[in-house]
């Protein structure tokens, strides 16, 4: 059974920091390519940042700089750095794995007051 469980969330004041972690099980972990998504309320899903198995990175404009995708392959974890949050980051954040087939976490809410 594939489980990805997001967890790190919370509610910030803008300029803080948080880190979330995604730990991944019933998949070979090294083998996927890694993304979080976020959706604020009332809006689509969008990509966030994604890290491909060989550990290429890609970020949302809105985030470069400011977040970091990483990955440890050895405790089957993804990890997203976030800096200098902002009021506009405020979303539910998930994880998803994709190779073949796409699996998704259930979520971790993030919320930045100003």
């Known amino acids: 059974q594939v489980q990805l469980v997001e967890s790190g969330g919370g509610l910030v004041q803008a300029g803080e920091s948080l880190r979330l972690s995604c730990a991944a099980s019933?998949?070979?972990?090294?083998?996927?390519?890694m993304t979080w998504y976020r959706q604020a309320p009332g809006k689509q899903r969008v990509l966030v940042a994604s890290?491909?198995?060989?550990?290429?990175?890609n970020y949302a404009d809105s985030v470069k700089g400011r977040f970091t995708i990483s990955r440890d392959n050895r405790e089957n974890t993804l990890y997203l750095q976030m800096n200098s949050l902002k009021p506009e980051d405020t979303a539910v954040y998930y994880c998803?794995?994709?190779?073949?087939?796409?699996?998704w976490g259930q979520g971790t809410q993030v919320t930045v007051s100003s």
């Open positions: 890290i491909t198995r060989g550990g290429t990175t």
């Open positions: 019933g998949i070979s972990f090294s083998r996927y390519d």
């Open positions: 998803n794995a994709y190779r073949v087939y796409t699996y």
